[in-house]
């Protein structure tokens, strides 16, 4: 089974409408989903309805929860903010192999490449090509 992280901004935006293309990604079979507490409490600060909150709960039960992954180094040469640090170095912590995030702004530029093993990729894209 492939395991695959869930970055907060996938987390919102599953949870956030009841019809949501993104819930194809917890039926695909042969994926284990992931995300850590640190991405649930970012999605959850975001989420405004009751209902979307009991969504991410229910959507969250499905998934395995990694703790913070503090004592990793990121490589160099990868240049992220500060509040996304945390997300990149849990999905490498975890084993995941790959990274999900809509974050055009802060992850662009590393969209398509791999981090100590973990490729880094739109939701859309993974969906395309797994889903």
Not at 92 to 106: C, H, N, V
């Amino acid at each position: 089974m492939q395991r695959v992280f869930l970055d907060a901004n996938v987390l919102f935006s599953a949870a956030y409408r009841k019809e949501n293309g993104l819930l194809r990604l917890w039926r695909i079979q042969s994926v284990g989903l992931s995300t850590s507490a640190y991405a649930i409490e970012e999605a959850r600060r975001n989420l405004e309805s009751l209902d979307a909150k009991a969504r991410l709960d229910e959507l969250v039960a499905r998934m395995h929860v990694f703790p913070e992954a503090t004592s990793l180094e990121l490589p160099q040469d990868v240049k992220l903010p500060e509040k996304d640090q945390p997300i990149l170095k849990c999905a490498i912590a975890s084993g995941a192999k790959r990274l999900l995030t809509g974050d055009l702004r802060d992850f662009g530029h590393l969209f398509g490449k791999r981090v100590m093993g973990v490729l880094i990729q739109t939701p859309g894209d993974f969906l395309r090509r797994n889903g």
